[in-house]
């Protein structure tokens, strides 16, 4: 699917649930990927969840929030997320030269 056919089918949800419930189901996705998250984290640490495919669980969530941050992205265009975004990247960047300078 297309980037344009996906934002034709958040304005369809919008419509039929409302701005509202969109808000909601991404806040929803995001603590499911969290439980997911913690789960596979168990499972690798602990042994825990044997016989469950937990990290298939994760990669599911990842999707669904994925989905989510699109249609948020897409609900507040008028702001400049990517410019944000360079923003944090590079402060995250910053941040790596200097924890490695700080291990010589």
Same mark, same amino acid.
Do not use: P
């Given at each position: #699917?297309? $980037?344009?056919?996906?934002?034709?089918?958040? &304005?369809?949800?919008?419509?039929?649930?409302?701005? =509202? *419930? /969109? %808000?909601? /189901?991404? @806040?929803?996705?995001?603590?499911?990927?969290? =439980? *997911? @998250?913690?789960? %596979?984290?168990?499972?690798?640490?602990?042994?825990? %969840?044997?016989? $469950?495919?937990? *990290?298939?669980?994760? =990669?599911?969530?990842?999707?669904? =929030?994925?989905?989510?941050?699109? !249609? #948020?992205?897409?609900?507040?265009? &008028?702001?400049?997320?990517?410019?944000? @975004?360079?923003? +944090?990247?590079?402060?995250? $960047?910053?941040?790596?030269?200097? #924890?490695? !300078? /700080?291990? +010589?």
């Amino acid at each position: #699917m297309t $980037k344009e056919e996906r934002l034709k089918v958040y &304005d369809e949800a919008t419509t039929l649930w409302g701005l =509202v *419930a /969109q %808000y909601d /189901q991404c @806040i929803e996705e995001m603590a499911e990927l969290t =439980v *997911a @998250i913690n789960k %596979y984290k168990r499972k690798v640490l602990y042994g825990e %969840y044997k016989g $469950k495919d937990v *990290a298939e669980s994760v =990669v599911e969530e990842i999707a669904d =929030v994925s989905l989510c941050l699109e !249609q #948020m992205m897409y609900f507040f265009k &008028d702001y400049n997320i990517d410019s944000i @975004i360079d923003k +944090k990247l590079n402060k995250l $960047k910053d941040e790596i030269k200097y #924890m490695k !300078q /700080q291990k +010589k």
